[in-house]
């Protein structure tokens, strides 16, 4: 894997100039094209380069154990001991910036929650989530917007559709899918009791038109009169859109604009999502175990994490973590877990290069 370096570093010099010609620079998309392969490039130069001088000083401490002088063969054991596993350090980061990405890492992306076992307590919990990951990705500038929306009468969700728009959206979100269970006390219990909910996520790349082939005579679509909690009329004209996908049964539902056209389209957003992430699921087998969890009911006792409310602790039982702080982590300090999710799962990526090269 390490044997790419040397032509990954003669690319980089080359875009480099390449961003300084003028024909390049009036072409915005090649412009933006270089420039993005360019900044992904530029984190492995950068240690690679810094993995060669390491390289450098050990062959020369290593030239010093020959040195008839015992003190400076004793100093150039201590450099070399030092250098090597400084170097054992950079490999294993060029190694893990060589890794395969995962294609829609840096796509947008549609976070779904939806209120699973519980009633109303879970449609509440649903809501918290969704002002955690609000915070959270308002905190690292990532813009968001509501597609649909399924309010309660107590202001839970029973269902939100959210588009979130920022750089490594997915990256960052896509080991949030699964079933998310919360335990507190609920504000309706008056003896005190502890109840169990479930709320259920699902983390979707956004997709283009010219990547999911939908044709037209596949849908089915019905228009009515939008409501809100408690059956209120939210407006008086014919815009909630329900879009179904007769090959596959695939239903969405969109109410939360005013324009029919506008809710159209949203649905037509989500369809499109759900429809790509049955195609990878088909394509990859494993892919699709790791994502059956992502759009059931909330009625699975599998679950990924508990947000224990009486001890203020987060669990997430994937990795084992656990933390004190769930005040904070409800506000959007997710960095923790977010980085601790992608560390572990980039270790057992790892894990199988290394089996499948030993094989």
């Given amino acids: 894997m390490l044997d790419q370096l040397p032509a990954l570093e003669e690319r980089y010099l080359e875009l480099e ?29 950068s240690v690679f380069r810094e993995y060669r001088q390491v390289e450098e000083g050990l062959t020369e401490s290593r030239a010093l154990l020959s040195d008839a002088d015992p003190e400076m063969k004793a100093l150039a054991r201590n450099e ?120 259920t996520v699902a983390v979707l790349p956004e997709v283009e038109d010219v990547e999911v082939h939908i044709d037209p005579g596949d849908l089915k679509f019905d228009v ?23 090959p596959t049964g695939l239903v969405v539902i969109c109410q939360d604009q005013k324009s029919q056209h506008k809710n159209k389209a949203k649905a037509l957003t989500v369809l499109r999502a759900r429809l790509y992430d049955m195609e990878m699921r088909q394509q990859h087998d494993e892919i699709s175990e790791k994502r059956k969890s992502q759009v059931g009911s909330g009625d699975r006792s599998e679950r990924i994490r508990t947000y224990n409310f009486p001890q203020g602790r987060m669990t997430d039982h994937r990795i084992g973590l656990t933390l004190y702080k769930l005040d904070s982590i409800m506000q959007g300090d997710i ?23 030993s094989d």
């Fill in 80 to 199: 070399i001991d030092a250098l090597s596993s400084e170097m054992e350090q950079l490999e294993q980061e060029l190694t893990t910036l060589l890794m395969p990405k995962d294609p829609n890492d840096d796509r947008n992306v549609l976070l779904e929650i939806r209120a699973g076992t519980g009633g109303e307590e879970a449609a509440l919990f649903a809501g918290d989530l969704f002002r955690m990951y609000s915070r959270y990705a308002e905190s690292v500038g990532w813009k968001l917007e509501i597609l649909s929306e399924n309010l309660t009468d107590s202001g839970g969700f029973k269902e939100v559709i959210v588009l979130v728009r920022g750089q490594g959206a997915y990256r960052h979100l896509k080991y949030e899918s699964g079933t998310h269970r919360v335990q507190r006390v609920p504000t309706t219990e008056t003896q005190g009791r502890i109840h169990t909910s479930a709320v």
């Fill in 224 to 246: 009515y009169r939008s409501s809100g909690p408690g059956g209120q009329s939210v407006n008086t004209t014919d815009s909630a859109v329900r879009v179904t996908h007769l």
């Fill in 17 to 45: 100039q390449l961003l300084s010609d003028p024909a390049v620079v009036r072409n915005r998309d090649l412009y933006t094209k270089y420039g993005r392969e360019y900044a992904d490039l530029g984190k492995i130069v």
């Fill in 335 to 357: 960095k923790e877990i977010v980085d601790g999710l992608s560390t572990f799962y980039q270790a057992q990526a790892l894990k199988n290069a290394d089996s499948v090269k």
